[in-house]
């Protein structure tokens, strides 16, 4: 997409106006995306910041160290996004928003979605439309609350990027999240399966530690 500078304007525009905003930092030992590991298993270090309006727009960006399985690949990731979220009432929720992202030293990797959420109780569903060619995903999830707790399962599908079947597939995740001292901890099962051979079958276990702070 070339609409650079209007873009920029979108995830600027509540920064500009009476906003709540919250900022999050997390440290992970893995960065798991759809499945599929990012950083071959190695811990990554992230950040995100989120503006919020009161009319239910909202905008963010983050950076994370990931995506490094070798010295070919891109070392960080870098995205935003802008969009708008509406509570219905206290057991429906929606969300429309635009996905940039971006790899500094691997432009070619970079990638726009537009992603619509919808949260009914305690199930979720997410559909993300790919632009420019890159492929649709979706994912239907679950959660459970008990005290400061969650049990979270989630199952997307993926069709694959510009022939690469490593990425072809569906994925499946376990876990418990739970809210301790003001951080947040979060431990989870993933496993992936491929559409094409076995061989690119994965899974394994992470756990992540973020805190966020509000204002």
Do not use: H
């Not at 727009?57 to 995506?67: D, K, R």
């Not at 400061?148 to 418990?176: A, E, H, M, V």
């Amino acid at each position: 997409m070339n609409y650079f500078f209007l873009k920029i304007f979108l995830f600027f525009l509540p920064f500009f106006l009476y906003t709540d905003t919250d900022i999050e930092f997390s440290l992970n030992t893995d960065s798991i995306w759809r499945g599929i590991t990012q950083n071959d298993g190695n811990p990554t270090i992230g950040t995100e910041i989120n503006f919020y309006l009161e009319n239910g727009f909202i905008s963010g960006a983050w950076i994370e160290n990931c995506c490094s399985e070798s010295s070919s690949y891109p070392n960080r990731e870098l995205g935003y996004f802008f969009g708008y979220q509406k509570d219905i009432n206290k057991n429906l929720y929606v969300s429309l928003n635009y996905i940039g992202t971006n790899y500094p030293n691997s432009k070619i990797d970079n990638y726009d979605e537009l992603r619509f959420n919808l949260s009914f109780y305690d199930f979720g569903i997410s559909y993300f439309k790919g632009l420019d060619n890159f492929p649709d995903y979706y994912e239907f999830s679950y959660s459970y609350n008990f005290f400061d707790n969650s049990l979270n399962f989630s199952f997307g599908d993926f069709d694959s990027y510009k022939n690469i079947n490593s990425s072809n597939g569906s994925n499946y995740s376990i876990g418990i999240e739970t809210l301790q001292n003001k951080f947040n901890l979060n431990f989870y099962y993933y496993y992936f399966n491929s559409n094409g051979t076995s061989d690119l079958n994965d899974d394994g276990f992470v756990f992540s530690i973020s805190r966020k702070i509000s204002f």
